[in-house]
């Protein structure tokens, strides 16, 4: 039965808050966890093994029941299905995620499917969303916790990616091993490695890849800052507008697949009654795969470079703060500019490519009229011409 009946929505936490979860399964296997000492150190086997008569578990029996959004986890965030019956909401299957922020790597804390929805592709839908926020997020792994004697729960995770970093044989209580339910620590590691600068190809695109470079950026936005996206939009119309500086624009070519792009457009600074045109950007991106690999960074080192070719003496965006700023980018305060409004935030940055480019003019900046043109309705139509994954609420998100 597809997965398309049964929608995964955002579970807000005034309303789910506290809502058990009635977790429960039966196994008729288990991993013996076994550990030796020696001279030369210690010796740990995961066996699986077969139980004598089947073991089943149920809430009844744990002193702290699963619920969603406990106390302890301050940054969760939950998804579900859920169901009408008898004129009531009944929560059917959940996955609730954590950021560890000192480690950056996200917990998901619950992950629940009803007997009845199982063998489904729910669970599977569900483990979807939370490794989109962790590329959203750019967290270098996503961390869970399951039992020894779950057995079903560990060869779904097993499928889903996932491999054994640890465990603890007295989390539950003192005789873990003995009852056969010992913690297990399990990983899953979304990036890439570091991709060489050599073997990224920095290039124009052509007129048969616009199609793709559009579906590239919107895979790379998509969720990202708000439900959907309208980046895709963006670079179709900044194409076709005046402002679009074509000999600085470029794409990223890894291994035969564009997996960047960047968009360059012609802006103003104006300080009392005089201008002098500079450049903006937008967007910048990598695909979800290739993020953290270094490919953003050369895309755009490379064409600063051609920008300073062309004899462009700066560059003013808005973007995100804590990485522009690794590359060169100060927030505009520092060149005496503002917003058009006369604003400064972290997000507005500049960069120049010749001494004195923004500061010994400052004034205000004024962007192209295109990155300002852009309705829901026509971004709407727009879409429909790109096969995009679900519409979903994460927590990054500014709206």
């Known amino acids: 039965m597809s997965t398309e009946q049964y929608k995964i929505i955002h579970l807000p936490k005034d309303q789910w808050k506290n809502v058990p979860i009635p977790m429960r399964y039966t196994t008729d296997e288990y991993y013996d966890v076994r550990i030796q000492r020696d001279e030369k150190g210690f010796h740990v086997e995961f066996v699986k093994e077969s139980l004598d008569v089947p073991v089943s578990h149920y809430p009844e029996e744990y002193d702290f029941p699963d619920k969603l959004y406990q106390d302890h986890w301050e940054k969760a965030y939950a998804w579900g299905v859920i169901e009408e ?89 003192n005789r873990d091993i003995d009852r056969k339910e010992v913690r297990l620590d399990l990983g899953y590691f979304p990036r890439k490695g570091r991709v060489k600068p050599e073997d990224i190809l920095i290039r124009e695109e052509t007129e048969a890849e616009y199609h793709r470079v559009e579906e590239v950026t919107l895979r790379a936005f998509w969720n990202k800052y708000r439900v959907g996206c309208n980046e895709h939009l963006l670079v179709h119309k900044v194409r076709k507008s005046d402002a679009y500086v074509p000999q600085v624009s470029r794409i990223a070519e890894v291994d035969g697949e564009i997996a960047g792009v960047i968009c360059y457009a012609r802006a103003m600074l104006q300080n009392g009654g005089k201008q002098k045109e500079i450049l903006t950007f937008g967007p910048l991106c990598v695909l979800p795969d290739w993020q953290g690999c270094g490919i953003g960074g050369v895309l755009l080192e490379k064409t600063l470079e051609l920008a300073k070719m062309e004899g462009f003496e700066g560059v003013v965006i808005f973007g995100e703060p804590d990485y522009y700023p690794r590359h060169g980018f100060k927030t505009c305060d520092h060149f005496g500019i503002t917003t058009a409004e006369g604003k400064n935030f972290d997000a507005f940055l500049g960069i120049e490519l010749a001494e004195g480019g923004l500061a010994d003019f400052g004034g205000r900046f004024i962007g192209p009229e295109v990155y300002e043109d852009i309705s829901e309705e026509e971004n709407r139509e727009w879409t429909r011409h790109f096969c995009t994954p679900a519409e979903q609420r994460f927590p990054c998100q500014w709206d």
Not at 106 to 135: F, N, S
């Open 85 to 173: 019956r008898d004129g009531e909401q009944e929560l059917a299957a959940c996955i609730e995620t954590c950021p560890e922020e000192w480690s950056n790597r996200l917990m998901v804390t619950e992950l629940w499917v009803h007997e009845r929805l199982r063998r489904r592709g729910i669970g599977h839908a569900l483990m979807a969303i939370a490794k989109e926020q962790a590329k959203l997020e750019h967290r270098r792994a996503i961390i869970l916790e399951t039992q020894s004697c779950n057995v079903p729960a560990m060869g779904f995770y097993l499928q889903e990616g996932f491999e054994l970093i640890g465990f603890d044989s007295c989390c539950y209580t």
